[in-house]
């Protein structure tokens, strides 16, 4: 059984901290890319980071870059999503995911397993 939880989120401040934790099982973490999405409502799912945590590649959206940082723990098969300077338009549910590696591309139609998303509210 496949299954991605995320942890962490909740309320904060504008110029705020929080840390998304991921916890993966039922595949074999080192062939996947693992990652955050996220969405508002009344918007498109948006993605905004992602690692392969086999050689430590990293990706982040320009929406987020310098502000989030991504981690892997390989041992507990987890990654975690530290976001700084958190900002009302990070409002959303944020969502962990995981994309076989040969995919490429951190794209909605070409994730592999989803979580089921938590809620961050940031307000002023």
């Known amino acids: 059984e496949v299954q991605l939880v995320e942890s962490g989120g909740g309320l904060v401040q504008a110029g705020g901290s929080l840390r998304l934790s991921c916890t993966t099982s039922?595949?074999?973490?080192?062939?996947?890319?693992i990652g955050w999405f996220r969405q508002a409502p009344g918007k498109e799912r948006e993605g905004i980071s992602s690692?392969?945590?086999?050689?430590?590649?990293?990706y982040y959206a320009d929406s987020v870059e310098g502000r989030f940082t991504i981690s892997c723990d390989s041992a507990k098969n987890m990654v975690n999503l530290q976001m700084n300077s958190l900002e009302l338009e990070d409002t959303a549910i944020y969502y962990c995911?995981?994309?076989?590696?040969?995919?490429?591309?951190?794209?909605?139609?070409?994730?592999?397993?989803w979580g089921q998303g938590i809620q961050v509210t940031v307000s002023s």
């Open positions: 039922g595949f074999t973490f080192e062939d996947y890319t």
């Open positions: 995911a995981a994309q076989i590696v040969a995919d490429g591309a951190w794209q909605t139609h070409l994730i592999d397993y």
């Open positions: 690692l392969s945590c086999a050689d430590g590649s990293t």
